[in-house]
């Protein structure tokens, strides 16, 4: 009867887990991607890109934030919530990048999850990309419980360039890679350029011509040596090679259109570094499959070349060409480090962000906003809780298959968010009943339940009602807006004061806080006051200012350094940067900003002179 009873037990334990969803993650293998077996991957993935709808990506970072205010809060609009998603991303840095191409059939999920670990390293010498950045002991205590290895992220670890980054290093030292290449046929010939053409001619003529020769006489070492540096004749590999020196870019046309007419030479061109002008090299071939054999050589040379300086943005490129849908759980956050680190520093205003990300990666969609469309209400603000919610409250079952299943001595936790991400999609299409189909499958359009969600980096988005950038949440769990002009910011407050007791300290000291009012602490030095009714927030300002008929508890917490502002000045903490620890050091810092703008628009003003005299008559001119 006791072993029956403790078999009982194991079946209910393995159901139990198996509800939760903790059982087949135990089997997610996936692969770890390093500086040793990257090439692998990048071939491998893709592949997968190529084959797959959907591709889903997951950032782990160093950090994410420096104070509690500073990160996404739900009183933040989208201009302030992209700014602090901006100051994140310029300060930390991604150690871990998941990347996962998928496709769903019917309630089959076909994954290829990949992990790739991220350190930025000067891997050419010059002087790029070496940051320095942050780190928050939380974040790395989170990677290390996990199993990531920082001594293999550091030495082991991919690096790579921007597309801003890449473009500065080619400028400064040039291409280091020779290129078959071919320009556009010089226009409007001059004399000068005739005879310049015909001297490369002839050139080139003899020196094919004496590269063929096989009854040359043998010369001294030292005389063939001079003979070369005289000739300029070199070797490219195996193959005989001639330096054409030139002084222009017309002059580089000028060879490249005159070697057409030689069947048998290949013409490789080095950019310009320093806004020095590089000779034309001239590969002579043996035969026509001796020239094929070249120019897949120099398509691989080239390859590899951009490969060591790209770095990992050629997964970033491979995504950005596929033009598929990528899903992420938090695209604020995380595109804003894609954007910094991988393509261009950041822009200032979110719509610029937008523009600029859409270039390269044209449907981002935010599986946390397809969340709220199942459940606007539900108080969910991780991606384990949300897939815990879909599976305690809906039946949709998902069968994850991975069929590019890594090492058993690979399994780890590392990189299964991505795999995550991917199961929410699919679970959150299969409740809303919407076919999960990409943009070419659907006539370049996607489904209106999923089309809503796409591109909006919103941390606070509700499809459903659309609200202005103005309308903000005070609560997490509720859906009701409220205009940023209800919102005063107080600080200055004792130590130690909870929102509770702050409003009972307002309540009833002036007629503003008679009717219904809310206090949300924002951080230990600053509180938020929700006032319902419209135009309260301004009496409370004017009131604070000039300190008008109020109670003997607001007097004496005015005289003790009661300070308030409205939104407009919260604002500005964002755009000036003033991320200081305490939102109310910061809030002081741009009220003194404020305050010495004012001041130094005042004097010029009033230093202004009119005078006629002095005045330009543009019919003078």
């Not at 310029?90 to 059939?105: D, G």
Request: glycine share 4%.
């Amino acid at each position: 009867m006791l072993q029956r009873r403790l078999f009982c037990t194991r079946i209910s334990k393995t159901v139990l887990q198996s509800n939760l969803g903790h059982s087949h993650q135990s089997k997610w293998s996936v692969k770890q991607v390093t500086k040793s077996n990257f090439s692998v991957a990048l071939e491998e993935i893709s592949s997968y890109i190529s084959e797959s709808d959907f591709i889903a990506v997951s950032l782990k970072n160093s950090g994410a934030y420096s104070a509690q205010w500073q990160r996404v809060i739900p009183i933040d609009t989208a201009h302030t919530a992209y700014l602090k998603a901006k100051y994140a991303a310029e300060r930390f840095q991604v150690l871990q990048f998941a990347v996962c191409p998928f496709s769903i059939k019917g309630s089959k999920l076909i994954v290829h999850p990949y992990n790739f670990h991220l350190f930025p390293r000067d891997e050419l010498k010059i002087g790029m990309p070496s940051y320095s950045f942050s780190c928050q002991s939380s974040y790395l205590t989170s990677m290390a419980q996990e199993g990531f290895d920082f001594n293999a992220c550091i030495y082991d670890g991919i690096s790579y360039l921007s597309k801003s980054q890449e473009s500065a290093a080619i400028d400064r030292i040039g291409n280091a890679s020779p290129i078959s290449c071919s320009v556009q046929t010089p226009s409007g010939y001059t004399v000068a350029d005739s005879v310049f053409a015909e001297r490369i001619k002839s050139r080139v003529k003899h020196w094919i011509t004496a590269c063929k020769d096989t009854n040359k006489k043998p010369e001294d070492a030292l005389i063939s040596s001079l003979r070369k540096i005289v000739s300029g004749d070199e070797v490219y590999g195996s193959r005989p090679c001639l330096s054409i020196d030139v002084c222009s870019e017309r002059q580089v046309r000028l060879v490249l259109e005159t070697l057409k007419d030689f069947v048998d030479v290949i013409p490789l061109l080095t950019p310009a570094k320093g806004g020095t002008m590089r000779p034309v090299r001239v590969v002579l071939t043996s035969s026509e499959e001796d020239r094929i054999l070249l120019q897949k050589e120099l398509q691989n040379e080239e390859k590899e070349h951009n490969k060591r300086l790209r770095g990992f943005r050629e997964v970033i490129d491979l995504i950005s060409a596929s033009q598929k849908p990528v899903v992420a759980y938090n695209s604020l956050n995380d595109f804003t480090f894609v954007h910094s680190m991988f393509l261009a520093p950041l822009p200032s205003t979110l719509d610029e962000f937008r523009s600029s990300l859409c270039l390269f990666f044209p449907n981002v969609l935010d599986v946390n906003h397809l969340m709220k469309e199942i459940s606007p209400l539900t108080k969910v603000n991780n991606l384990p809780a949300s897939i815990s919610y879909l599976k305690q409250r809906f039946f949709a079952p998902i069968d994850v298959e991975i069929p590019n299943q890594a090492e058993v001595s690979e399994v780890k936790t590392l990189g299964h968010d991505v795999v995550k991400i991917s199961e929410l999609f699919a679970k959150s299409c299969s409740i809303l009943k919407t076919a999960p189909r990409t943009p070419e499958a659907d006539g370049g359009q996607l489904p209106d339940a999923i089309e809503c969600c796409t591109n909006s980096f919103n941390p606070c988005f509700t499809s459903s009602h659309s609200p202005a950038d103005e309308d903000v949440s005070v609560w997490t769990d509720n859906t009701r807006k409220i205009s940023i002009k209800n919102l005063v910011f107080l600080w200055g407050f004792r130590g130690g004061t909870s929102a509770g007791k702050l409003k009972s300290l307002l309540y009833g000291s002036h007629k503003v806080f008679h009717n219904e009012f809310d206090v949300r602490m924002v951080d230990k030095s600053c509180a938020v006051v929700v006032f319902r009714d419209p135009g309260f927030p301004e009496v409370l300002l004017q009131l604070m200012d000039s300190g008008g008929i109020c109670t003997n508890t607001l007097k004496e917490m005015l005289a003790d350094g009661l300070t308030a502002a409205g939104y407009e000045t919260y604002q500005k903490v964002c755009e000036l940067g003033l991320w200081e620890a305490d939102l109310a050091s910061s809030m002081e810092k741009a009220l003194e900003e404020t305050e010495s703008f004012s001041e130094a628009q005042s004097k010029e003003f009033l230093g202004i002179c009119w005078n006629n005299d002095e005045m330009i008559n543009l019919n003078d001119l």
